[in-house]
């Protein structure tokens, strides 16, 4: 099996699809940052090392770049690249067998303009550069901070564009089966400019059945398929008609595999005849995580995909402790043998700890317990005088706080006698954070984990936030694949640098990678 990856990141995806058994034809990403990650797994390439060197890298291509040299492109702002066929440093070879395997940096825009005049290259992609058989999947997953539910939610925002522009990747090359992965936040409406409801999901899947592939859509969840996070994910897996018509004659009368893909063929079928202008709700997507759905997933191709083992927290993270860790969990001794395959490494990378200050600490004791005691109420109590705004605490919210040990200015964990000292310890730790909290050792953790400050450890002699590798623990890296570039960023970097924090959250995890790979194997053979 072949494929591209489009908007690949540092490589999550394509790690477990490699592992499934597909064959990487060319990979698009348009962060330098992530693109150094993907090249040093996947080709063994230091760009940094090369950069210092004033070298060029053989497997990494700029489609182009406002400088020359390797070592500013690495930190070049993507969103000021020249456009390919403008006065620049592009790294496009005359060749197009030349791109075989390779990674190209630059925006999916601007490939798909280069497809457009490129008809040579064109016909290099669609046949996977020579393969009899031709294509068999392009898959990606587009940037999504729009769809998401902490996003701008707008319609026309330039980062909703990507999904089509994905489309028209695929329409350039005609692969057998497109896959498309994003925020589960698609699939919720919201309101455009006129006030009309949008519904971002079922638009592109009539882009993908305007241009010949049948779509069929889900909700996932990645802890289904074995992983320590609790992350739903919308998926698209479109199949061009022709391949659908081959594979769909050997599935059985009332199977699922029949019942999953019938709606869509209607779908198909309507949009050839009405066009763009079909109204919502021709098409609904299947949902691993509802009862009503699980069986079609279990009995069908989608089996991979909620077959995996139930994994906490403390099996992705407890060797990894500073105070007292525990040997590796059978979940990581299995992981790290499932993708061997990665160059071996003779240390640790991306376990650096972040120094975290006494009352940040004493703070992450106070959320370890909030999360112990798991009650909301309880919870907007306590944060209501951390941020000044009360200094009263409910008789019976004390009766239940007065049961833990808090950390104290002396290191040592203690209960409070009196509840006047327990609110005098809540206002002498203000803080303005919404969102950060503790992980729970005995469950997943939540989907937000993309920055240091999502997040801080469960252990009550950890208290701290995680390190990149624990947070690629929780996403299933294998402790082989290395970050790299920047550990973190802050301020107006945010908006175009993607560091090894933000790597990792941004990620298809690969364990998942590979259980879509296993799926869409059965589709391909």
């Known amino acids: 099996m072949n494929h591209i990856e489009l908007f690949s990141g540092c490589g999550g995806l394509s790690l477990g699809l490699e592992h499934s058994g597909f064959e990487l034809t060319m990979a698009n990403e348009l962060s330098p940052m992530a693109a150094e990650s993907f090249a040093y797994n996947f080709f063994n390439e230091n760009l940094e090392e090369l950069a210092k060197k004033g070298q060029k890298a053989q497997n990494t291509l700029w489609l182009n770049s406002n400088f020359a040299e390797l070592k500013p492109r690495l930190r070049e702002n993507p969103f000021t690249f020249p456009a390919f066929d403008d006065v620049g440093n592009s790294d496009i070879p005359n060749s197009p067998e030349e791109l075989q395997g390779k990674l190209v940096v630059g925006s999916i825009v601007e490939l798909n303009r280069l497809l457009d005049s490129d008809k040579e290259l064109l016909t290099q992609l669609r046949t996977a550069f020579g393969s009899t058989n031709g294509l ?12 998401s539910m902490a996003g701008l939610r707008k319609r026309d925002c330039e980062k909703n564009t990507l999904p089509w522009e994905f489309a028209k990747f695929v329409r350039h090359t005609q692969p057998k089966i497109a896959m498309l ?16 409801s949008f519904h971002a999901w079922y ?10 592939y049948v779509p069929l859509c889900l909700h996932i969840n990645a802890r289904l398929a074995g992983i320590a996070q609790n992350r739903p994910r919308f998926i698209m897996i479109a199949v ?20 999953l893909f019938a709606p869509s063929l209607n779908f198909y079928n309507l949009v050839q005849q009405v066009g763009d202008g079909l109204e919502f709700g021709h098409l609904d997507y299947f949902d691993a995580t509802k009862p009503l759905h699980r069986p079609l997933f279990e009995k069908s191709f989608l089996a991979p995909l909620v077959n995996g083992n139930n994994v906490t927290v403390r099996d992705a993270l407890d060797d990894l402790k500073q105070n007292s860790p525990s040997g590796p969990s059978e979940f990581i001794t299995t992981l790290n ?13 991306n376990h650096d700890f972040r120094n975290n200050g006494e009352i940040v600490q004493r703070r992450f004791r ?26 009263e605490l409910a008789d019976d919210v004390w009766e239940i706080c007065r049961t833990y040990k808090y950390l104290h200015k002396n290191g040592e964990l203690l209960p409070f ?9 809540l206002l002498a730790h203000p803080t303005k954070k919404q969102t950060q909290r503790a992980l729970v050792a005995n469950a997943p953790a939540p989907a937000a984990l993309s920055i240091p400050d999502d997040a801080c450890h469960y252990d009550e002699h950890e208290l701290r936030v995680l390190t990149v590798r624990e ?9 082989n694949f290395v970050f790299r570039s920047k550990v973190t960023t802050g301020g107006q970097m945010r908006k175009f640098e993607v560091p090894q924090y933000t790597q990792v959250g941004n990620a298809v995890p690969p364990l998942l990678g590979l259980k879509l790979g296993e799926c869409l194997i059965q589709l391909l053979t």
């Not at 638009?203 to 010949?212: D, H, L, N």
């Not at 043998?337 to 990378?349: A, D, G, K, V, W």
């Open 240 to 259: 061009r008609l022709d391949h659908y018509n081959f594979i769909s004659k050997h599935f059985e009368n009332g199977s699922s595999n029949k019942q």
């Open 471 to 479: 947070m690629a623990r929780i996403q299933s890296f294998p402790d």
């Open 181 to 196: 992965e994003n925020v589960t936040g698609i699939l919720r409406a919201f309101k455009d400019e006129e006030g009309n």
């Open 337 to 349: 043998t499932t993708f061997e395959h990665l160059p071996q490494r003779t240390e640790l990378f």
């Open 136 to 147: 068999d999947l392009v898959s990606g997953g587009p940037p999504c901070q729009s769809f």
């Open 203 to 212: 638009e592109v899947a009539k882009v993908f059945a305007s241009i010949g």
């Open 417 to 425: 006698a009196t509840k006047q000292g327990f609110i005098d310890y």
């Open 366 to 391: 106070l959320y370890q317990i909030l999360q112990s005691i798991n009650d909301s109420s309880i919870t907007k109590q306590v944060f209501s005088i951390l941020k000044g705004n009360s200094t």
